[in-house]
């Protein structure tokens, strides 16, 4: 059971799932349409964790390269780094390391929302 899940919301909310999906690794667990055939709810899951995406506005003003919306773990940050460019992720960070031991780099979604991806695991 997740006890935390970050909302999302997009413009086209399909292309964003098929681009966090292709960018940053998240798998679809569930699409629920609204009677409009916009997607309503999503959940999409990456490790144990899991993300909502909904149809909307999405953020207001463009946030700054450390206003990080959510920091999600991954086990290889490099790999994860060039996949995400390769995918078109805007990097506003390159990989880094921290002093407290962890490898970190931050990139934007195509809304614009700051996402932090390392290896640092509570």
Request: glycine share 10%; net charge negative.
């Amino acid at each position: 059971m997740r006890t935390i899940c970050p909302v999302f919301r997009y413009a086209d909310a399909r292309a964003a799932i098929d681009w966090l999906c292709a960018a940053f690794g998240f798998r679809v667990h569930a699409v629920h349409e609204g009677p409009d055939g916009t997607v309503a709810h999503a959940e999409l899951v990456f490790g144990t964790g899991m993300i909502m995406v909904g149809a909307g506005a999405g953020p207001g003003a463009r946030p700054a390269d450390d206003d990080y919306a959510v920091y999600v773990c991954v086990d290889d940050v490099d790999a994860h780094h060039e996949r995400a460019r390769a995918a078109g992720a805007e990097v506003a960070r390159e990989p880094f390391d921290t002093d407290y031991g962890s490898r970190d780099y931050v990139a934007r979604d195509l809304a614009g929302n700051v996402w932090s991806f390392g290896t640092y695991r509570a």
